[in-house]
């Protein structure tokens, strides 16, 4: 392959076929030598069943207005708190106490642009207890105060 590549044949210089080689002689390197990486390579399952993850999700928006801990979401799934976490890392790319303030920030400002509720009820309502950090991390992920969503809506 790195002879084809190296070569002058136009029909070995077309991009698409380049990257395509290119792609196969990494996967061969990578697979050459073991790594943190070499069974998501070869298909290996190294997570729970997909099965577990819906179980927690399912959980979690079940009981989104109430307090949540993370044994609690492994509980439901099935799992160690350590093989969930890693399962919503891997596949939702956040925590699973990440996933349930991220769920639970969305649901505030559906409720802030669609209701008339003051905001501390809104947010009291999904399962925030602390205003101010509320408020902050409100801003971290949308990029302004609930206030002024409020005055959007």
């Known amino acids: 392959m790195i002879e084809q590549l190296d ?44 099965r577990a993850l819906r179980a927690a999700v399912a959980f979690v928006e079940a009981n989104l207005s109430e307090p949540i801990s993370l044994g609690q979401i492994a509980e439901a799934a099935g799992c160690s708190a350590r093989t969930i976490s890693s399962a919503f890392r891997e596949k939702l790319g956040t925590s699973p106490m990440g996933y349930v303030r991220d769920l639970r920030l969305d649901r505030i400002r559906h409720d802030i642009l669609s209701t008339g509720d003051r905001i501390g009820e809104i947010a009291y309502r999904w399962g925030m207890t602390h205003l101010g950090r509320f408020a902050g991390e409100y801003r971290s992920r949308f990029g302004e105060l609930p206030s002024t969503t409020a005055a959007r809506g």
Request: with cysteine.
């Open 7 to 50: 070569c002058g044949d136009p029909l070995f210089q077309r991009e698409e076929l380049q990257r395509g080689q290119l792609r196969c002689i990494v996967t061969a390197l990578l697979l050459a030598q073991s790594h943190t990486h070499t069974a998501t390579l070869r298909g290996v399952p190294g997570m729970p069943h997909p």
